[in-house]
T-cell receptor, first 107, second 115 residues
Framework: DAKTTQPNSMESNEEEPVHLPCNHSTISGTDYIHWYRQLPSQGPEYVIHGLTSNVNNRMASLAIAEDRKSSTLILHRATLRDAAVYYCILNGQNFVFGPGTRLSVLP | DTEVTQTPKHLVMGMTNKKSLKCEQHMGHRAMYWYKQKAKKPPELMFVYSYEKLSINESVPSRFSPECPNSSLLNLHLHALQPEDSALYLC??????????????FGQGTRLTVV
């Protein structure tokens, strides 16, 4: 599976936008970019995924670079409930997690 | 129903015990997964079942034995575990769609303690 790199941790203020980056320079043409998050004491939950075009859903937006070597998960207005570990995953064959980014949201 | 249900939520077992973890989904998903997660670490893939057949075993020790008796159910049989096997065990399911244009649904996990 292609590898992803993410910052270990990020901090945001409540009600401000958050941009979570992910680098995946070895991505293959058929790999989908998935984002999951894991809230404390819970299983991971799906956030969003895309292939080439930017994607929006009720939780977040996914901005994919034109060369697909990086992507950014955008939370438009962070809330305290968004404090979690966010994982960027490339899907070649299965859902393999990298270390993720721990997001803290300050009131 | 978009839930993956794992039972039990908590399990304490001795090193000589045999126990099983259960995972159930009724979303019609034909791919099911077991993960192990230690504290402050990402989930680590253990096994993947596709259409009820074991497709991936990530070099997991034989004291962990998976079973997929039908398309809705996934078990993980545990025998002669070690204290270092204490962890959160997560189950997930998805559609095994070509190209992976699909999302995975995760259960809340079974917190296992080996004493």
């Amino acid at each position: 599976d292609a590898k992803t790199t993410q910052p270990n941790s990020m901090e945001s203020n409540e009600e401000e936008p958050v941009h979570l980056p992910c680098n995946h320079s070895t991505i293959s043409g058929t790999d989908y970019i998935h984002w999951y998050r894991q809230l404390p004491s819970q299983g991971p939950e799906y956030v969003i995924h895309g292939l080439t075009s930017n994607v929006n859903n009720r939780m977040a937006s996914l901005a994919i670079a034109e060369d697909r070597k990086s992507s950014t998960l955008i939370l438009h207005r962070a809330t305290l409930r968004d404090a979690a570990v966010y994982y960027c995953i490339l899907n070649g064959q299965n859902f393999v997690f990298g270390p993720g980014t721990r997001l803290s949201v300050l009131p | 129903d978009t839930e993956v249900t794992q039972t039990p939520k908590h399990l304490v077992m001795g090193m000589t015990n045999k126990k099983s973890l259960k995972c159930e989904q009724h979303m019609g998903h034909r791919a099911m997964y077991w993960y192990k997660q230690k504290a402050k670490k990402p989930p680590e893939l253990m096994f993947v079942y596709s259409y009820e057949k074991l497709s991936i075993n990530e070099s997991v020790p034989s004291r962990f034995s998976p079973e997929c008796p039908n398309s809705s159910l996934l078990n993980l049989h545990l025998h002669a575990l070690q204290p270092e096997d204490s962890a959160l065990y997560l189950c997930a399911s998805s559609q095994p769609i070509e190209g992976w244009n699909t999302e995975a649904f995760f259960g809340q996990g079974t917190r296992l303690t080996v004493v």
